[in-house]
């Protein structure tokens, strides 16, 4: 993961607004709201697979 630099103005791949991480391995930009989905959606999975949470 990558934060991007105030000289690189990309866009965010979900939207148009502007992107503030880079996740490489996914190649994905995220803009803010993106991102906080991407990492909660990251680790409800996680949290899962270990057992610590169960689905609805």
Same mark, same amino acid.
Do not use: T, W
């Given at each position: ?18 992107a503030i991480v880079e996740i490489r391995?996914?190649?994905? $930009? ?9 990492v909660e959606k990251k680790v409800e999975?996680?949290? $899962? ?8």
């Open positions: 993961m990558r934060y991007m630099s105030r000289q690189v103005v990309a866009k965010c791949s979900k939207c148009d607004n502007p391995y996914a190649r994905l $930009r995220l803009c803010k709201q993106h991102f906080s989905e991407f999975r996680i949290l $899962r697979r270990v057992g610590a949470l169960y689905k609805d």
